[in-house]
């Protein structure tokens, strides 16, 4: 029983490191204009895809070499700084329909950037033979509750900040992603 909890409390602490990115993107896309139904539906989403990415890195863990892991994150990086530029840039742009927002494929790739890391940890939790339905679980959960809170502080800032906001969520989205890639210099 002892080793049960303590696997419970090492995945949750994985978890919610993991969701850490999925707390500072939903940060910077809160600053976009969001109802609450639609704050719910891209926590969902993010959820969903934090128990799909790292089930397909559990299933492909001994298949793949440990440098997918440093690849993931180059990617996931990369998004987010296409993400980041693109609100800076249509921020400043007077009526213009942004060319990714949090729907729809725009919402796709959101979510799929900050799973990215998610799908890294499976493979190691894969090697390791970790117990797959409490990994899903627990990382789905807590991807999900730090989504809707990034993305609610977001919607809050943002009613400070007036038009400005799209700015700074896209500094943040960003920063975030440069900082993912400064781990690669």
Same mark, same amino acid.
């Given at each position: 029983m002892t080793e049960f909890v303590g696997e419970i409390i090492t995945l949750t602490i994985m978890a919610a490191a993991l969701g850490m990115d999925a707390f500072s993107v939903g940060l910077g896309m809160g600053m976009y204009k969001l109802r609450l139904r639609k704050i719910f539906e891209i926590g969902l989403v993010i959820g969903l895809f934090h128990v799909i990415m790292p089930l397909a890195g559990i299933l492909a863990g001994k298949l793949l070499s440990e440098n997918f892991g440093a690849l993931a994150s180059w990617i996931g990086g990369l998004l987010l700084i296409l993400l980041g530029a693109q609100m800076i840039w249509s921020s400043f742009q007077k009526e213009a329909v942004s060319a990714i927002t949090p729907a729809g494929a725009g919402l796709l790739i959101f979510a799929f950037s900050v799973s990215l890391d998610s799908f890294s940890v499976g493979l190691t939790l /894969? %090697?390791? /033979? *970790?117990k797959t339905i409490l990994v899903l679980l627990i990382f789905g %959960? @807590? *991807?999900t509750v730090q989504t809707w809170a990034g993305l609610l502080l977001g919607k809050k800032v943002r009613g400070w900040i007036g038009i400005y906001s799209e700015a700074l969520g896209g500094s943040i989205l960003l920063a975030f992603g %440069?900082? @993912?890639l400064s781990t690669f210099w």
């Open positions: /894969g %090697i390791y /033979g *970790a %959960i @807590l *991807a %440069i900082k @993912l």
